[in-house]
């Protein structure tokens, strides 16, 4: 029996060549693992109308971990008329499969680091070495939203909320939309507790929590409240507090001086493309979605339908993701074999897929990676 079981969905478009890169290296390296396929994406959304069937959620519940290439989403419209004839105007309903993947395995940390590997042609500066702990199931994108504004929720703002409320006395429901943002303690705690855990064990000085406190007062507040508490744990690991708009400017003023970065999910999902296009962009940025049950590891990008078939894009940030993968499952020394191999071929400068400037292809850079392991 093999010691792993991984869950291996490829999904869509270029997922799919991402995915067989990644299994070129993780082959080479030796890692004893078994993958179970998943349907998942697009594709499985036009023949049975649901992204994520229960066969693929099933799985998940089996395996050690799992690697996500992308999938395809579209607007509501589009993705009924693209149903097959059979199922087309039965109401079904397009839903997001990476945000039910989020909430039904509460994957509540999305993990995204972003070091400038040297040599790269796309650094902003080759000295950067950011970590981003976003949380990844609560704040403004729970979809707790309304437009029209129920008269029963307008009535209950304008008690809460008299001075606010009373200005839009004259402005119709149907014209406007409101949406929650929702942060609980424990989430606040938990991604605030990872945030710091990770600073300790792999030596980073500084934990930034990346929030906005003066005028988001209840819930910035809360987060930033439970770092300070937090923080009192970790006396090898310095807390600073930046707010999400001085932190954008300060990424490109100075990113060398952070280390992990903590924020609330949207706020987070700003800083981590940000960040990410610090260190070469799409074609390098890898992430983590983990939860107590499972981590599902993925590259940032989506599908990118412009080049399907054309074994042309970057597999590094899918490489990277199964690199975190490894050091997830406590494989140390393959991830830093990994990694190395990744830096190697970096710096050498030799293979570059069309993004860094090349023509390498993407299976042509995965071998090129696994060449060095
Ligand atoms: P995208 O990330 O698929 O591609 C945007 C552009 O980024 C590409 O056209 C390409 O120029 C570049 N790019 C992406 N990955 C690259 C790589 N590995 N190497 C080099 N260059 C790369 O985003 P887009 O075009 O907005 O969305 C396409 C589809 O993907 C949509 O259906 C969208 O909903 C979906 N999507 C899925 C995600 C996921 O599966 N996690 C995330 C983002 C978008
Ligand atoms: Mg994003």
């Given amino acids: ?27 080479r390296l030796g890692f004893d693992a078994e993958y179970v396929h998943g349907d998942i994406g697009w594709e499985i959304w036009r023949t049975e109308a649901n992204a994520l069937p229960d066969r693929t959620l099933a799985m998940l519940e089996t395996v050690d971990a799992a690697l996500f290439g992308a999938i395809t989403s579209k607007p509501k419209e589009e993705a009924e008329r693209e149903l097959i004839p059979a199922l087309q105007g039965k109401g079904h309903v397009y839903r997001s499969p990476i945000v039910a993947l989020r909430q039904t395995f509460d994957l509540r940390t999305n993990l995204r680091p972003c070091k400038a590997y040297p040599g790269n042609p796309l650094n902003y500066r080759d000295d950067l070495d950011l970590v981003v702990f976003r949380q990844n199931t609560e704040d403004l994108y729970m979809g707790i939203e309304w437009h029209p504004l129920p008269a029963a929720i307008r009535a209950e703002f304008l008690k809460t ?3 606010q409320m009373g200005r839009l006395a004259k402005v119709a429901d149907e014209d406007i939309a409101a949406s929650v943002r929702l942060l609980t303690r424990q989430a606040c705690q938990a991604i605030c507790r990872d945030a710091f855990e990770y600073a300790k064990k792999f030596g980073y000085k500084s934990v930034t929590v990346v929030e906005k406190p003066n005028v988001i007062r209840e819930t910035s507040g809360l987060m930033v409240r439970e770092a300070r508490k937090i923080a009192k744990d970790y006396p090898g690991v310095e807390l600073w507090e930046t707010n999400i708009d001085a932190m954008c400017m300060w990424l490109i003023k100075n990113p060398q001086d952070y280390g992990v970065l903590v924020a609330s999910n949207m706020f987070g999902d700003i800083i981590s493309d940000l960040c990410a ?25 989506g599908s990118a339908p412009k080049y399907v078939g054309m074994n042309k894009v970057n597999p590094i940030a899918m490489i990277l993701s199964a690199k975190m993968m490894l050091d997830h499952l406590g494989e140390k020394d393959m991830a830093t074999r990994l990694e190395n191999a990744v830096a190697a071929v970096i710096k050498e400068g030799r293979y570059r897929t069309y993004d860094m400037g090349g023509t390498t292809t993407t299976t042509g850079m995965a071998e090129a990676i696994a060449a060095r392991l």
Wanted: charged share 20%.
């Fill in 277 to 301: 296009q610090l260190v070469g962009g799409l074609g390098f940025a890898c992430s983590g979605n983990i939860g107590d049950k499972v981590a599902i590891f993925e590259p940032s990008h």
């Fill in 1 to 27: 029996m093999a010691k792993y079981k991984i869950g291996w969905m490829p999904g869509d478009g270029i997922g799919i060549d991402v995915m067989q890169a990644a299994k070129i290296v993780l082959d």
């Fill in 161 to 163: 909320h008299p001075k």
